[in-house]
């Protein structure tokens, strides 16, 4: 449950910071373009999109306007939708766990529970429990050996169902986790190449290139 937790504080800080850097951006191109003039140039197509090189304005304004443009491309989803899916499989995992744990609590019970019977069982028919004799080896069908007899069914019966479940949580841990992990990675390794390839494409107009 803790690292479901830090996995969606982890995509909760990547989008805060994605959107802070966007944020900046926006502002200071923003605030750059205020200071310039901003008059619209007609073409043969019509009224050309303003463009700071176009009117000659300092590289600053032109490299800043390129970097907004990159920034607003980016999109981190792929990278969340990862995150969320690994976190969804941990919290099925913590389920498998929790029920897990409470089969066992459960098969520990009946275990503690049918020994403490068969001691009885074993004392009021004046056997002595240490010798190691079974209760299956006590002379009588009465209904008291019965009813151990049914217990001792339930008792492996839920053995068997413990077992299934810790099988099932170690199964999902050792496919599901790895995964889970690698689909994350391979967003990120797609989000950092897409943010790189938009920051080459950020001109840098003194060098006829880009930066």
């Keep these: 449950m803790k690292l479901e937790m830090e996995c969606l504080k982890w ?6 910071w994605i959107n802070a ?3 900046f951006v926006k502002f200071l191109n923003g605030w750059l373009i205020k200071c310039i003039s901003q008059e619209n140039e ?13 009117i000659g304005a300092p590289e600053t304004f032109i490299v800043c306007k390129n970097w907004y443009q990159a920034v607003e491309k980016m999109s981190e989803s ?5 995150i969320h899916d690994f976190a969804s499989i941990l919290h099925q995992l913590w389920e498998k766990q929790s029920e897990e744990q409470q089969q066992r609590v459960q098969a520990d019970y009946l275990s503690r529970d049918y020994e ?3 001691r009885s069982f074993n004392e009021e028919r004046g056997i002595n429990y240490s010798n190691g004799t079974a209760a299956s080896e006590v002379a009588g069908l009465d209904e008291l050996e019965k009813n151990l007899g049914f217990m001792k069914k339930r008792l492996e ?3 068997i169902i413990h077992v299934q479940a810790v099988t099932e949580v170690n199964d999902a841990a050792s496919s599901s ?4 992990m690698m689909s994350i990675f391979e967003a990120l390794e797609s989000f950092c190449l897409e943010r790189l390839k938009g920051y080459q494409q950020i ?5 006829g290139g880009k930066i």
């Design 157 to 159: 019966k839920q053995r």
């Design 42 to 54: 007609e073409t043969c197509n019509g009224i050309a999109h303003f463009s700071p090189g176009r």
């Design 116 to 118: 403490r019977r068969v």
């Design 177 to 180: 986790l790895g995964s889970g």
């Design 11 to 16: 995509d909760k800080c990547l989008g805060d």
């Design 21 to 23: 850097q966007k944020s």
């Design 203 to 207: 001109r840098n107009p003194n060098k």
């Design 78 to 82: 792929q990278v969340s939708a990862a």
